[in-house]
Nanobody
Framework: QVQLVESGGGLVQAGGSLRLSCVVSIEAFSNYGMGWFRQAPGKEREFVGAISGRGGATTYADSVKDRFTISRDNAKNTVYLQMNNLKPDDTAVYYC?????????????????WGQGTRVTVSS
């Protein structure tokens, strides 16, 4: 069974930074795209960004473009989400997810396994 464990969430002031990590227990990790999603209170889960299996392709939601960066270290089976210039609207539970193929972009239905989430709170 694939397990995804996120960490790195917390409370930060607006304009600050956080880096989220997600460790994935799976063989051949580099074969799979990874995505980050978030869910704010009272809202539906939304796409944040995605990265291809070897990291050569990324895509981001417009709301986080130029502020968030996804990267991965396949030797450590880990994907990261670097979040800079955080805004109160970024407050949410952040989830990492494993795609069923090499790169799934913002195709929510293509993500097969999910972590438990890590909470990010941005104060104004």
């Amino acid at each position: 069974q694939v397990q995804l464990v996120e960490s790195g969430g917390g409370l930060v002031q607006a304009g600050g930074s956080l880096r989220l990590s997600c460790v994935v227990s799976i063989e051949a990790f580099s074969n799979y795209g990874m995505g980050w999603f978030r869910q704010a209170p009272g809202k539906e889960r939304e796409f944040v960004g995605a990265i291809s299996g070897r990291g050569g392709a990324t895509t981001y939601a417009d709301s986080v473009k130029d502020r968030f960066t996804i990267s991965r270290d396949n030797a450590k089976n880990t994907v990261y989400l670097q979040m800079n210039n955080l805004k109160p609207d970024d407050t949410a539970v952040y989830y990492c997810a494993r795609a069923g193929n090499y790169y799934s972009g913002n195709n929510y239905g293509a993500y097969h396994d999910w972590g438990q989430g890590t909470r990010v709170t941005v104060s104004s």
